[in-house]
């Protein structure tokens, strides 16, 4: 049995440059595990006949067939190496799910990590990575963990040193928009992306400011396209970023493209504060910090 962390992502900044002509955007990201996480626990036993079962606790409304990420990420993982067998997952569920923090993305890297090492890793990092891929835009960062620069469509991954330790609020409240839907009325604001992105270095300043330990003062550079749009279409959004910014935030900003929210704060003691007073709203609302890339022989290296 393998039990594997599977930790939330947060987007300190997330940006589109681009357009391509099937339609899929070119962005610039940098992703960030945190740890909030589900729990995911992996058994594999090899028999002749392919099973997979998941169990989950913590969240009715997440599939538990072949509609879950980590059901398939199993599925696939067997495929790849030629196995079969009775694979018996269990999912205790913290990430809220469908806002913006890679949750399904999250469970199903657990599961490849969780696979290859019952398995006597017989994929490399890289290989994980791009099976992953295959399954989810955000599964090869989840697989790695840590912090990222994330470009192309989503599958360009360079790892950059994870942001320092720092008090963390995450919350969410409300339903989200549709990513595609979102993606769709960007298009319409910027013109489809045709022209030429302005030059902008806050993404460098970022991760300068990660390897530097000066994140605090650089939070002005964070930024994220979506909320363009999403705050005016949910306006739970912009309640919780004004309890975070009112609580003492240095920076409260929407993750992927929501409804989530992240606030880095200065001290735990204003973090645990608005995390009370966001509970109290009926949000959920988890304190948590940054964490590092995962550890082991073939992950986060
Ligand atoms: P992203 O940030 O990558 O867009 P998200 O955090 O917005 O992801 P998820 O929590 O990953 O969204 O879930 C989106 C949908 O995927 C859910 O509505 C759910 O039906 C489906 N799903 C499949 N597998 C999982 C899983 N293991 N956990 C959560 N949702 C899952």
């Given at each position: 049995?393998?039990?594997?962390?599977?930790?939330a992502?947060?987007?300190?900044?997330?940006?589109?440059?681009?357009?391509?002509e099937?339609?899929?955007?070119?962005?610039?990201s940098?992703?960030?595990?945190?740890?909030?996480?589900?729990?995911?626990?992996?058994?594999?036993?090899p028999?002749p006949?392919?099973?997979?079962?998941?169990?989950?606790?913590?969240?009715?409304?997440?599939?538990?067939?072949?509609?879950?990420?980590?059901?398939?990420?199993?599925?696939?993982?067997?495929?790849?190496?030629?196995?079969?067998?009775?694979?018996?997952?269990?999912?205790?569920?913290?990430?809220?799910?469908?806002?913006?923090?890679?949750?399904?993305s999250?469970?199903?890297?657990?599961?490849?990590?969780?696979?290859?090492r019952?398995c006597?890793?017989?994929?490399?990092?890289?290989?994980?990575c791009?099976?992953?891929a295959?399954?989810?835009?955000?599964?090869?960062?989840?697989i790695?963990?840590?912090?990222?620069?994330v470009?192309?469509?989503?599958?360009?991954?360079?790892?950059?040193?994870?942001?320092?330790?720092?008090?963390?609020?995450?919350?969410?409240?409300?339903?989200?928009?549709?990513?595609?839907w979102?993606?769709?009325?960007?298009?319409?604001?910027?013109?489809?992306?045709?022209?030429?992105?302005?030059?902008?270095?806050?993404?460098?300043?970022?991760?300068?400011?990660?390897?530097?330990n000066?994140?605090?003062?650089?939070?002005?550079?964070?930024?994220?396209?979506?909320?363009?749009?999403?705050?005016?279409?949910?306006?739970?959004?912009?309640?919780?970023?004004?309890?975070?910014?009112?609580?003492?935030?240095?920076?409260?900003?929407?993750?992927?493209?929501?409804?989530?929210?992240?606030?880095?704060?200065?001290?735990?003691?204003?973090?645990?504060?608005?995390t009370?007073?966001?509970?109290?709203?009926?949000?959920?609302?988890?304190?948590?910090?940054?964490?590092?890339a995962?550890?082991?022989?073939n992950?986060?290296?």
């Amino acid at each position: 049995m393998r039990a594997e962390r599977a930790n939330a992502k947060i987007n300190l900044y997330l940006n589109v440059v681009g357009r391509r002509e099937n339609g899929y955007h070119n962005i610039v990201s940098i992703m960030q595990t945190v740890s909030l996480c589900d729990l995911v626990t992996v058994e594999y036993l090899p028999a002749p006949q392919l099973s997979i079962r998941l169990y989950a606790s913590g969240n009715d409304s997440m599939p538990t067939d072949g509609r879950n990420l980590a059901w398939r990420a199993a599925e696939r993982y067997l495929g790849k190496i030629g196995q079969s067998g009775e694979v018996r997952i269990t999912v205790e569920k913290h990430i809220p799910m469908a806002a913006g923090l890679a949750g399904g993305s999250a469970d199903a890297a657990a599961v490849l990590r969780a696979m290859n090492r019952l398995c006597g890793n017989r994929l490399s990092t890289r290989e994980l990575c791009a099976l992953g891929a295959g399954l989810g835009a955000d599964i090869p960062f989840c697989i790695m963990g840590g912090g990222a620069l994330v470009t192309g469509i989503g599958e360009q991954l360079e790892k950059i040193t994870p942001m320092p330790q720092c008090p963390l609020v995450v919350a969410c409240m409300g339903e989200g928009i549709s990513t595609p839907w979102g993606y769709g009325k960007l298009d319409e604001l910027h013109g489809n992306f045709v022209d030429a992105p302005v030059f902008d270095d806050r993404p460098d300043t970022i991760i300068r400011a990660m390897h530097e330990n000066t994140v605090a003062e650089h939070t002005p550079c964070f930024f994220n396209i979506f909320e363009e749009i999403v705050p005016d279409l949910r306006p739970r959004v912009g309640e919780i970023k004004a309890v975070m910014n009112a609580g003492g935030a240095l920076r409260a900003m929407m993750s992927g493209s929501g409804p989530s929210v992240f606030g880095v704060f200065p001290d735990m003691e204003s973090a645990e504060r608005v995390t009370e007073k966001l509970k109290e709203m009926g949000a959920a609302a988890f304190v948590c910090h940054p964490t590092a890339a995962y550890q082991g022989e073939n992950c986060g290296e």
